[in-house]
């Protein structure tokens, strides 16, 4: 659609009256999806999705962590730093050791073949990044009104009509 909301979006949004929020909070849904399947798209090519891809990026800033260890700067379980470790390891781009200080951890750590596929993303990545952002005026605006969205979230546990 021309007004930045797809059409499950604009489905919701037409049955909300309102100042402007709903219409806000749909289009920032919108393009998130927008976002994730372009970037599933730009990833898949090399083997990775979003989620591998910031596990080796987790597992380059940590060189020989533990999975316990890259759940925690990723903000996921440590059984899904698991499978996306095994994944990678039978890819070739790290490898799980057991830990010598604690025999029941694993470190793990980039190959060589790793770490050039990270070498090789990174500009392309960032590249992406500014293409998405290219026209987008008042960006510091926008990331502290994103931020906002993401503070009231945060604040707002109940869900359901008697909660506002």
Known sequence: MDDGVDAKHALLLG???GDGSAALVM???????MIDQACARMLSPHGLSEGRFAALLAVEAQDGASPSA????????RATVTGLAEGLERSGLVTRAVD?????????????????????????????????AAGVAGR????EALAQVQSNLRGSEVVGADAW
């Not at 289009?27 to 999806?33: E, Q, Y």
């Not at 890259?70 to 379980?77: E, K, N, R, W």
């Open 27 to 33: 289009t920032v849904l919108s393009t998130a999806r």
């Open 15 to 17: 049955r909300v009256p």
């Open 100 to 132: 010598a200080a604690d025999r029941r951890s694993h470190a793990v750590r980039l190959t060589s073949a790793g770490a050039a596929l990270v070498a090789e993303l990174i500009p392309v990545y960032s590249n992406w990044l500014g293409h998405l």
């Open 70 to 77: 890259i759940a925690d700067s990723l903000g996921v379980t």
């Open 140 to 143: 510091v605006e926008v990331v």
